[in-house]
């Protein structure tokens, strides 16, 4: 069983920056955040998979990266340009395969979450 921590959120101005960070326990093989807001359901934002691959929602496209660290076993969310609709709880999520998939079954381990909150 992998764990997943995740850290690095927390209260921001519209227009700023964050960057959450999440390690994991042990060897994965697609890495991704999802996040969900109260009263909506969790939603894909962006995966990590193979050589560097990666895909976003289109909601973040352009504003958030995604980088990993294999030889730390940690995955990266660079959030830039925040708005307040970015607030929700992000989590990070890994499968045991390597593929890009947008769907919550596909992934095995997901972390606690962290707050995100953008403020106007």
């Known amino acids: 069983q992998v764990q997943l921590v995740e850290s690095g959120g927390g209260l921001v101005q519209a227009g700023g920056s964050l960057r959450l960070s999440c390690v994991a326990s042990?060897?994965?093989?697609?890495m991704g955040w999802f996040r969900q807001a109260p009263g909506t359901e969790r939603e894909f934002v962006g995966v990590s998979w193979g050589a560097g691959s990666t895909r976003y929602s289109d909601s973040v496209k352009g504003r958030f990266t995604i980088s990993r660290d294999n030889a730390k076993n940690t995955l990266y969310l660079q959030m830039n340009s925040l708005k307040r609709e970015d607030t929700a709880t992000y989590y990070c999520t890994a499968s045991r395969r390597i593929y890009y998939s947008q769907k919550i079954s596909d992934y095995d381990y997901w972390g606690q979450g962290t707050q995100v909150t953008v403020s106007s």
């Open positions: 042990g060897r994965t093989g697609s």
